[in-house]
């Protein structure tokens, strides 16, 4: 994928569903659910474990049958043996799906090969929420979305 698809992406995605997200907020799925939240995104959890519990203004669901069906984007916070029965079901379940996304360390060829068969965009091993900070102008040198290091911590 190029820059220009990203930013597309990122640009035309209104609605995502974060499939394992934590309510801890020290957790990638956390922070990077509530960073898209933050950006105007319509973020869904799923996570059966935590179902019942509100993020970011919205009840978590415990399975994918339990989204709207507006859901645009699927974010994958699964370890990678665990992404095939999930995007099969996505297919089958979410008509407006156009994209799915697993995390940093997540590739599955099997269940990219089948969402793509479907006219579904997949990306694979980024974040969302990095690409976003980089395509946008978030991110400062070095990669860090901070400000000026104080010259007592130089």
């Given at each position: 994928?190029?820059?220009?698809?990203?930013?597309?992406?990122?640009?035309?995605?209104?609605?995502?569903?974060?499939?394992?997200?934590?309510?801890?907020?020290v957790?990638?799925?956390?922070?990077?659910?509530?960073?898209?939240?933050?950006?105007?995104?319509?973020?869904?959890?799923?996570?059966?474990?935590?179902?019942?519990?509100?993020?970011?203004?919205r009840?978590?669901?415990?399975?994918?049958?339990?989204?709207?069906?507006?859901?645009?984007?699927?974010?994958?916070?699964?370890?990678?043996?665990?992404?095939?029965?999930?995007?099969?079901?996505?297919?089958?379940?979410?008509?407006?799906?156009?994209?799915?996304?697993?995390?940093?360390?997540?590739?599955?060829?099997?269940?990219?090969?089948?969402?793509?068969?479907?006219?579904?965009?997949?990306?694979?091993?980024?974040?969302?929420?990095?690409?976003?900070?980089?395509?946008?102008?978030?991110?400062?040198?070095?990669?860090?979305?901070?400000?000026v290091?104080?010259?007592?911590?130089?």
């Amino acid at each position: 994928m190029t820059d220009a698809d990203f930013r597309r992406i990122l640009s035309t995605v209104k609605t995502v569903a974060c499939v394992g997200v934590s309510a801890n907020p020290v957790r990638p799925s956390h922070y990077v659910a509530r960073y898209l939240s933050l950006k105007g995104f319509r973020v869904h959890c799923v996570n059966p474990g935590i179902a019942g519990q509100s993020l970011f203004g919205r009840q978590v669901v415990g399975s994918l049958t339990d989204l709207p069906e507006d859901v645009e984007l699927l974010d994958l916070f699964r370890r990678s043996e665990h992404v095939p029965p999930i995007v099969e079901e996505a297919l089958e379940v979410m008509p407006a799906l156009k994209v799915v996304w697993m995390q940093i360390g997540v590739e599955s060829p099997e269940a990219a090969e089948k969402a793509r068969a479907r006219g579904v965009e997949v990306v694979m091993n980024r974040c969302p929420k990095i690409e976003y900070q980089r395509l946008f102008g978030e991110l400062r040198m070095g990669g860090f979305a901070t400000g000026v290091i104080s010259s007592k911590l130089q």
